[in-house]
């Protein structure tokens, strides 16, 4: 069982920056893919960055994104975060974070485990 708390997210204005966090519970964080997802009002759940189970074997962005947000993890301190920049007030939605067995699910939108999200608010 993973328990996953995302944190971090706030009002900013457009090409502003935020950087959400999202804490793991349990002993076997590092063996899961991470990854952030978003959903804005009357929108579903799309697809923002995953991250395979070591930092250094890849991540994935959704087009969108690509050059101003950054996935990161922490195996040691069991933590995944999303630097984001140059936000757009596109981007204003909760956003969730997400932990999944298999890398390749998660652009699929398919997880293991999910947090509660984080509202990110962009003022233009």
């Known amino acids: 069982q993973v328990e996953l708390v995302e944190s971090g997210g706030g009002l900013v204005q457009a090409g502003g920056s935020l950087r959400l966090s999202c804490a793991a519970s349990?002993?076997?964080?590092?063996?899961?893919?991470m990854g952030w997802f978003r959903q804005a009002p009357g929108k579903e759940r799309e697809f923002v960055a995953s991250?395979?189970?070591?930092?250094?074997?890849?991540?994935f962005y959704t087009d969108s994104v690509k050059g101003r947000f950054t996935i990161s993890r922490d195996n040691v301190k069991n933590t995944v975060s999303l630097q984001m920049n140059s936000l757009k007030s596109e981007d204003t939605a909760v956003y969730y974070c997400?932990?999944?067995?298999?890398?390749?699910?998660?652009?699929?939108?398919?997880?293991?485990?999910w947090g509660r999200g984080t509202q990110v608010t962009v003022s233009s």
């Open positions: 997400a932990a999944a067995a298999e890398f390749q699910l998660l652009s699929l939108l398919r997880a293991d485990y």
């Open positions: 349990g002993r076997t964080f590092s063996s899961y893919a």
């Open positions: 991250i395979k189970r070591s930092d250094f074997s890849g991540s």
